[in-house]
């Protein structure tokens, strides 16, 4: 069975600083990975997506990831914080076969902290 | 564009009381999800639709909670009768997918229920 895990509930860093967030997942096959950011009082908003090619995808506000098949991996990161980036962050691997369809699993986030 | 749109935002009711969200997915996305987000558990989907028809509904917790999509523009989640326990997010949220499972969930605002 697919299962991913954000191995940090929280992390704090200072305004300026670099960030790195960590997504394991366990799947049979190459995966689709998905990082998902939460702002306060709304819902999941896309970062970036990983299908296939070049390992190293870039997103929306910045971010980036990377995915490492020997290390079972998609870590995001960005090289400059904001305190705007304080959110709840989403990472999710896919798919999972359910019902005949393919749907993505998320797993319980990373809430980032920001100093100012 | 219009994203998903969920209402009511905030619901707060008496325990036993009927409780009905509603979503409004995004015009032409076949897949329509219903999530349940709490301190405890994190992100639990409860169930998917495709083209109107529920796939999965194994998420849901208990009978006293279903779904319905009559249309390809909305779809309800009720929970009668509604219970302090119950209280946490619900999202909603849609993706135009082939069922491949590489295709983004775009969420909406989420509906904060809070029953007393």
């Known amino acids: 069975a697919q299962s991913v895990t954000q191995p940090d509930i929280h992390i704090t860093v200072s305004e300026g600083a670099s960030l790195e967030l960590r997504c394991n997942y366990s799947y049979g096959a190459t995966p689709y990975l998905f990082w998902y950011v939460q702002s306060p009082g709304q819902g999941l908003q896309l970062l970036l997506k990983y299908f296939s090619g070049d390992t190293l995808v870039q997103g929306i506000k910045g971010f980036e990831a990377e995915f490492k098949r020997s290390q079972s991996s998609f870590n995001l990161r960005k090289p400059s914080v904001h305190w705007s980036d304080a959110a709840e962050y989403f990472c999710?691997?896919?798919?999972?076969?359910?019902?005949?369809?393919?749907?993505?699993?998320f797993g319980r986030g990373t809430s980032l902290i920001v100093h100012p | 564009d219009a994203g998903v749109i969920q209402s009511p935002r905030h619901e707060v009711t008496e325990m036993g009381q009927e409780v009905t969200l509603r979503c409004k997915p995004i015009s032409g996305h076949d897949y329509l999800f219903w999530y349940r987000q709490t301190m405890m558990r994190g992100l639990e989907l409860l169930i998917y639709?495709?083209?109107?028809?529920?796939?999965?509904d194994s998420g849901m917790p208990e009978d006293r909670f279903s779904a319905k999509m009559p249309n390809a523009s909305f779809s309800t989640l009720k929970i009668q009768p509604s219970e302090p326990r119950d209280s946490a997010v619900y999202f909603c949220?849609?993706?135009?997918?082939?069922?491949?499972?590489?295709?983004?969930?775009?969420f909406g605002d989420g509906t904060r229920l809070s029953i007393l």
């Open positions: 639709f495709n083209n109107n028809v529920p796939i999965d």
């Open positions: 949220a849609s993706s135009l997918g082939s069922g491949m499972g590489n295709q983004p969930q775009h």
């Open positions: 999710a691997v896919g798919p999972l076969s359910s019902g005949g369809s393919y749907i993505p699993t």
